[in-house]
């Protein structure tokens, strides 16, 4: 079955009441201010048909939603084995900012989706793209098809001003060889990235070529190919959702990445993204009323990967 707004409607107040239960990020003090009571999805077709309620047009920290997009791009610039022989492909089980299985591992981060694996993927970037903020940005744009997208200059400072455990985190990997750059120049990349201001709408947009085996929305040209777009669902159903991944899996049941903004997306490869918003957490730091979200929205469509 297809959603319709009235079925979006009715599942965002179903999971309203759950508002108050989570909390919202803050740890990073620019996040503190978003009102808690923001809540939001839309679902974008793969003929880019769009299906939204609530706040679904409004812009948020995309935070770590971002970590799928310095991974696509790369793939785009790196072959897959000079990516994997730094950063695995397991779940970590631990939190989205651990380091103790970073000191325990040599300095090899679990996953992509973590924190560690995130920043090795920005130093690569660094090393290889001339303006790798700029690049970004070009990118996420044609992706959504809405030029507006910017950096949150504010959130992305107020994360520099309290960075001491992932600086901690970058300067780990470098004792261990596992870090090229410069950690300060990296760390401005990545907090830029995840101080992505975007909507439902744009995520949901954004993604959609996860759903469509490597094509974005209107494009052309795929641009990871059928077997990696596969191989990032596969990675983001397992450890897209740090510690609290099984049980995504087990309630949602689609391949998904959470951001402490209180963004969710989630992949139906072959047909559709959907994208949510609710920026209170739970204690794995994913949104609480989002996952409550999906799972209703899962179930309703009739739709899993297993
Ligand atoms: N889980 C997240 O969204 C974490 C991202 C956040 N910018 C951090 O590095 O701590």
New binding site residues.
């Given amino acids: 079955m297809k959603p319709t707004p009235e079925l979006l409607s009715s599942i965002l107040e179903e999971v309203r009441p759950l508002i108050g239960q989570g909390k919202v990020?803050d740890?990073?003090p620019a996040l503190k201010k978003v009102p808690a009571s923001k809540l939001g999805i839309a679902v974008c077709y793969n003929d880019g048909e769009i299906i939204k309620a609530g706040d679904a047009e409004e812009a948020f920290s995309i935070?770590?939603?971002s970590k799928v997009l310095s991974l696509t791009l790369a793939l785009q610039n790196y072959q897959p084995e000079e990516i994997w022989h730094r950063v695995g492909k397991e779940p970590s089980g631990q939190a989205?900012?651990s380091m103790i299985q970073l000191e325990m591992e040599q300095g090899i981060p679990r996953n992509l989706f973590i924190?560690a694996g995130?920043l090795v993927v920005c130093d690569m970037l660094h090393s290889r793209l001339s303006a790798p903020r700029q690049r970004m940005l070009e990118f996420v744009r044609r992706l959504s098809g809405n030029e507006h997208i910017c950096y949150d200059k504010v959130v992305a400072s107020s994360?520099m001003d309290h960075s001491d455990?992932?600086a901690s985190i970058a300067y780990l990997m470098r004792a261990f060889g596992n870090f090229d750059n410069d950690v300060m120049p990296v760390l401005a990349n990545?907090?830029h990235y995840?101080a992505l201001q975007m909507s439902c709408v744009d995520l949901a947009k954004t993604f959609n070529y996860l759903a469509n085996k490597g094509l974005p929305l209107g494009a052309e040209k795929t641009i990871v190919s059928q077997t990696q777009s596969k191989q990032v669902n596969a990675l983001l159903a397992t450890c897209g959702l740090?510690d609290g991944a099984g049980e995504f899996a087990y309630r949602v049941g689609m391949p998904g990445k959470?951001?402490?903004?209180g963004g969710i997306i989630a992949i139906v490869p072959g047909e559709m993204s959907i994208a949510v918003w609710s920026p209170e957490l739970d204690p794995s730091?994913n949104s609480l009323a989002g996952t409550a979200a999906l799972e209703l929205l899962a179930e309703r469509i009739g739709r899993s990967i297993f």
């Fill in positions: 990020a740890y990073i935070q770590s939603i989205f900012n924190n995130a994360e455990r992932n990545y907090f995840c740090y959470s951001g402490v903004g730091g």
